[in-house]
Nanobody, 121 residues
Framework: QVQLVESGGGFVQAGGSLRLSCAAS????????MDWYRQAPGKQRELVAS???????NYVDSVKERFTISRDNAKNTVSLQMNNVKPEDTAVYYC???????????????WGQGTQVTVSS
């Protein structure tokens, strides 16, 4: 089994910064993609940022130039640095990872429990 623990959510004023972290632990042989999703009230969950095991990152247009995703492969962690946040960034943020638990084994996706980010105007 694999567990994901998220941290770093909270309240922040518009224009401020926040850093989210997600740590994976358990039966991990390798981690491929690591992503951050968010879900605002009444809206569908959307992919915010993703990063490959090699460090290539992609972002949804609405957060480009403001958010930065990074990972530490040695520690099995992924972070999301959120700068110049806006009220529309308010949502529950979830990390998601693709994990192989053994060499040559299938990959399975795991989700964190979610952390609330609230941006006040």
């Amino acid at each position: 089994q694999v567990q994901l623990v998220e941290s770093g959510g909270g309240f922040v004023q518009a224009g401020g910064s926040l850093r989210l972290s997600c740590a994976a632990s358990g039966s991990i042989f390798s981690i491929n993609a690591m992503d951050w999703y968010r879900q605002a009230p009444g809206k569908q969950r959307e992919l915010v940022a993703s990063i490959t095991s090699g460090g290539s990152a992609n972002y949804v247009d609405s957060v480009k130039e403001r958010f930065t995703i990074s990972r530490d492969n040695a520690k099995n962690t992924v972070s999301l640095q959120m700068n110049n946040v806006k009220p529309e960034d308010t949502a529950v943020y979830y990390c998601r990872v693709d994990v192989a638990t053994m060499p040559g084994g299938l990959q399975f996706q795991y989700w964190g429990q979610g952390t609330q980010v609230t941006v006040s105007s």
